[in-house]
């Protein structure tokens, strides 16, 4: 009997200490943070619960979270990407024009991403290799991209694409929306560079001290570079999906998208000061916002409103995680 209650004494300490170790990930939280939104808003309004409501909420939700894909890499190593909504737009409306223009969808959908991705090696190279503030460089280019995106369309959509381009943004694959799967299909590729590979290890150590680890014998600059190549390229990956949604270039897509992305970074537990989060976390953060802005709307709250309770919740979030900082 007594090794029997030893035994479950034992076990209980083990289940504990498991517990303890999960609650100190930097996804505890989100996870947390995202059940009871998702439950209150189940209360509070009764189609919320729909099967068609929540596949258009991840729907709706996969855009920004490929964009805070590419923007958690970059906060995770001290920066920050504000281009990726300027950025998004632009790769889309060459996209449409291109098609327009007789070019096979294929061709024009690799030249969309190879724009974004050279804007955020633009970014890296000023970043890493001038050494300008990422938060200044950011807000140049995002002025540039949008204004080239306005200058290409001179200020309007480019309609009229062919039928077969819809397959990204409304078509499916095995009952799954197009979309959705793209979207985690990045955060699949996410999970694997950052949590299995040194260059994952890498980009955490650049966060926590980038000098320590330049002097270590790490090529910061070339990783700051990737990075802020993969955050244009997830940027251009979401103007496909929008587009294509759309079936229409919008030259003014993606306005305030870089704000929600950042959001996201941090409603996933994200240190904004870099060196600590996980691109899981990303992801619930992302699905937390599409779950508030879903169920505000069902609810038929006033957008103005809707602006003022993601702010609250936003700088929450940030001081929660200012708190569980080491």
């Known amino acids: 009997m007594s090794q029997l209650a030893a035994k479950t004494d034992a076990d209980a300490h083990g289940l504990a200490a498991r517990l303890n170790r999960w609650r100190r990930t930097p996804i505890f939280y989100p996870l947390i943070g995202f059940a009871l939104v998702f439950a209150a808003m189940a209360l509070l309004n ?10 258009n909420l991840a729907r709706q939700a996969s855009i920004i979270a490929i964009i805070a894909a590419g923007m958690s890499l970059a906060i995770l190593t001290g920066g920050i990407d504000l281009s990726v909504g300027p950025v998004m737009a632009l790769s889309g ?7 327009i223009a007789g070019i096979p969808p294929a061709l024009a959908i690799a030249a969309g991403l190879m724009v974004g991705a050279a804007f955020g090696a633009a970014n890296g190279l000023f970043v890493a290799f001038a050494g300008m503030p990422p938060i200044i460089v950011t807000l140049a280019t995002m002025g540039i991209a949008r204004g080239l995106g306005l200058i290409y369309t001179g200020g309007y959509p480019i309609s009229g694409l062919p039928a ?18 793209i979207m985690l299909g990045v955060y699949a590729i996410g999970y ?17 001290n980038e000098e320590a680890t330049r002097l270590s014998g790490i090529r910061v600059s070339r990783y700051k570079l990737l990075v802020y190549t993969l955050s244009g390229t997830t940027a251009a990956i979401a103007g496909l999906i929008l587009t294509s949604r759309l079936m229409s ?8 998208f870089e704000l929600d992305a950042i959001a996201a970074v941090v409603l996933g537990g994200a240190a904004i000061t870099g060196g600590r989060g996980m691109i899981l976390g990303t992801l619930v953060g992302a699905m937390l916002l599409g779950v508030l802005n879903n169920g505000l ?3 038929g709250v006033s957008p ?3 602006n ?6 936003i700088l929450l979030a940030i001081y929660l995680s200012r708190k569980r900082a080491p």
């Open 304 to 306: 103005y409103l809707q």
């Open 164 to 181: 077969e381009f819809a397959f990204f943004g409304r078509g499916s694959v095995a009952g799954i929306d197009m979309p959705i799967l």
């Open 249 to 256: 270039g919008q030259p003014n897509a993606g306005v305030g």
């Open 192 to 208: 694997v560079l950052l949590a299995h590979t040194a260059t994952g290890r890498y980009l955490y150590a650049i966060g926590g």
């Open 93 to 99: 409306t060459l996209m449409a024009g291109l098609m």
């Open 308 to 313: 003022v309770i993601k702010g609250g919740i």
């Open 297 to 299: 709307n069902l609810m």
């Open 46 to 55: 009764d189609s919320f619960l729909s099967t068609s409501n929540l596949i």
